[in-house]
Structure formats: C-alpha cells, structure tokens
C-alpha cells in the first residue's frame, strides 16, 4: 500500500520568521502521523532555517524548483546538490506555474527530474490540462505526452523513487477543483499508462497525487477514490490550521 503524501507549497509566500512559526506549530500537529508523509515547499529564503527546524520530525523539506544543471554560470539557479545540502528530500519539477508563466517545457522539466534522482532528491513531476485542452478532449494526449517527454529513458527502478502530481491547470489558484470523479479518472488513466511503460512492481511503489484548489472540504472525498494518494496543496497551506484539517483527512 502506498503511504499518502501531502506537500504544502507555499510558492512565493512566507518569510523565514513566518515560515518557522509555522513549522513550530505543524509539528504538534503531526505527532502520531506515522501512516502519511508531509512535505513542506517553502521558498528558497526559508528553505535552509525551515531544513533545520524540520530535522528528525518526520517532515519532508521540497524545493519548488530545481535546476537542470548541475552547477556554474546560471545566474539566480538552485542546484541539485545545493538543495540536499540544506536538508531538501523532495523537489517540484513541471509545475504548471513554472510551464506557463516561465515557459518550461517538457525537455527541461525532464532534465530537472534527472538531476534531481541523481541527488538522492525525490522529484514531484508535475502534469496536467488547461481548460482550453480538457474542453477540447485533450486532456489525456497532453498528460501522455507531458509523461512520455518528461519521462524519456527514466528506468523502472527510478519510478519507485518519484511522486506524480495530477493539477489540472484550470483549478489551481481559481476555486476551482475536478470533482473526485474527475480526478480519479485521470489518476486511474496516470496508473495505467505508467504500468505499461514501467510495469506493476515500479507503479507499486509510484505515489499519484492531486493538486488543485485542495481544501478541508473536498480531501475527504478526494483521498477516498482508489487511486489518489495524496495532495499538492496551494494556497490552503498557507494557514497552519487549515493545513492541520488537511493532513488529518
């Protein structure tokens, strides 16, 4: 059975001192959460303070964003390395924001995957539709494509050391979410395809996450589809206690 993930990004949000209250005050709040993983995605000022006041609390520290190269001339570049040097386990790679807004495309995010792996860094792979490509049937070529490009010549072995997230771009930031019908079609449709170009026993291991306006009120639901194993929660994680009804879904 696949431990559930919950990864609170808080994208361009927090200061240090505001994102160590937070921490302070989450910790008490996972004491006895040994059956979910929680990942905190701090921005990159935080990152090293938030690293260490995580240290042996059982919380996972996620970059948003990582680089493709592995060092030298990248002027405002975080790399791999420098981000499991602050105690980074996890790192987002092909959000939406960072597709849309900065134009990365499908080549990029896939070199980010492979520095990421070869850092011991758990990369979320980001995947998902716009409005315009669900309402257009596209909604399953775009996430086959985005996998296939973002994937290529990543082995089985590495899978088991990835999370997908689903986020359909039409409900991040909007209020908006797929219903829980939705949102198991297309993690259902994410299982299968990996199973095939992966097998069963990599897919076994492949956490397959939401993210989308995720909220107290809609996680319920959304955890109890077969194939959603967790959450990419936006700006609902910006408060400590509605995270804290989040996490304790």
Not at 4 to 22: H, Q, R, Y
């Amino acid at each position: 059975m696949i431990k559930p993930i919950i990864v609170a990004n808080w994208k361009m949000n927090k200061t240090v001192g505001e994102s160590l209250d937070f921490v302070g005050r989450l910790k008490q709040l996972v004491v006895g959460m040994s059956d979910r993983q929680v990942v905190l995605a701090p921005p990159f000022t935080a990152l090293s303070a938030v690293g260490a006041a995580l240290k042996d609390s059982g919380i996972g520290l996620s970059a948003q964003n990582v680089s493709e190269n592995q060092d030298g001339a990248f002027t405002g570049e975080i790399s791999a390395r420098m981000l499991v040097d602050v105690g980074c386990t996890h790192a987002l790679a092909g959000h939406s924001e960072r597709r849309t807004i900065f134009g990365e495309s499908n080549a990029v995010v896939h070199a980010k995957i492979v520095m990421a792996l070869q850092c011991g860094i758990q990369p979320i792979f980001c995947v998902g539709e716009t409005l315009q490509e669900r309402e257009a049937g596209r909604t399953f070529s775009v996430i086959e494509k985005q996998i296939k490009e973002g994937l290529n010549q990543i082995t089985a072995s590495d899978i088991g050391r990835m999370a997908v997230a689903y986020e359909p771009v039409w409900a991040i930031g909007t209020g908006k979410t797929a219903t829980p019908e939705q949102a198991q079609e297309v993690h259902d449709y994410i299982r299968k395809l990996m199973k095939k170009h992966y097998g069963e026993e990599a897919v076994h291991r492949l956490p397959v996450i939401y993210g989308g306006s995720v909220n107290p009120d809609n996680i319920g639901k959304l955890m109890a589809q077969p194939d959603i194993n967790g959450a990419l929660v936006g700006g609902a994680s910006l408060d400590v206690n509605t995270f804290g009804k989040i996490i304790a879904f």
